[in-house]
T-cell receptor, first 109, second 116 residues
Framework: LAKTTQPISMDSYEGQEVNITCSHN???????ITWYQQFPSQGPRFIIQ???TKVTNEVASLFIPADRKSSTLSLPRVSLSDTAVYYCLVPNNDYKLSFGAGTTVTVRA | GAGVSQSPSNKVTEKGKDVELRCDPI?????LYWYRQSLGQGLEFLIYFQGNSAPDKSGLPSDRFSAERTGGSVSTLTIQRTQQEDSAVYLC??????WGTGPEAFFGQGTRLTVV
């Protein structure tokens, strides 16, 4: 079973809010949900991590419903530099940091 | 340095030659990962080190690939008799504990390997 499911791609315009929802139906009790961002020719970069409810930092917000079977990464007022691939990761009792295809977000002017 | 350092940043080698890729993790991080990313593809897990435990080598694609971690710090990924399909970006990550339970993973910039 796939650990996470997220859209393959999303398009947006500068100044808009981008919300990426990730499904993780088999999340384990102790699992945290982690999101990474990757620009071309760079390694992934940690964005945000959460366990339940809502987490906010200077880059994004992460919304996690009570059942924790999904999560939504919210990027406020995106700019062209936010064009990247965004990965949702859930360990599900596996420490291998399994990266799926991620969501390619394209921000247009 | 403050981050994960990988060297070389770029490597071009002839088919059949051996290559060594180096990763300097963040000091004190107990876990170290190697990944491979082909052009336009996702990250493929290769190997995982955690403290003094035996490494998880389940992702290594063939016996031409090997990795070691000396003194719980620096790691070297060796590819013997390189093939053109080995061309990819090789990424290293370190974690201050067990990933997935709170600590985040820090990635290096990667080594771009081209086999000609």
């Amino acid at each position: 079973l796939a650990k996470t499911t997220q859209p393959i791609s999303m398009d947006s315009y500068e100044g808009q809010e981008v919300n990426i929802t990730c499904s993780h139906n088999n999340i384990a009790t102790n699992d945290y949900i982690t999101w990474y961002q990757q620009f071309p020719s760079q390694g992934p970069r940690f964005i945000i991590q959460g366990y339940k409810t809502k987490v906010t930092n200077e880059v994004a917000s992460l919304f996690i419903p009570a059942d924790r079977k999904s999560s939504t990464l919210s990027l406020p007022r995106v700019s062209l530099s936010d064009t990247a691939v965004y990965y949702c990761l859930v360990p599900n009792n596996d420490y291998k940091l399994s990266f799926g295809a991620g969501t390619t977000v394209t921000v247009r002017a | 340095g403050a981050g994960v350092s990988q060297s070389p940043s770029n490597k071009v080698t002839e088919k059949g030659k051996d290559v060594e890729l180096r990763c300097d993790p963040i000091s004190g991080h107990t876990a170290l990962y190697w990944y491979r990313q082909s052009l336009g593809q996702g990250l493929e897990f290769l190997i995982y080190f955690q403290g003094n435990s035996a490494p998880d080598k389940s992702g290594l694609p063939s016996d031409r690939f090997s990795a070691e971690r000396t003194g719980g710090s620096v790691s070297t990924l060796t590819i013997q008799r390189t093939q053109q399909e080995d061309s990819a970006v090789y990424l290293c990550a370190s974690v201050p504990g067990v990933w997935g339970t709170g600590p985040e993973a820090f990635f290096g910039q990667g080594t771009r390997l081209t086999v000609v």
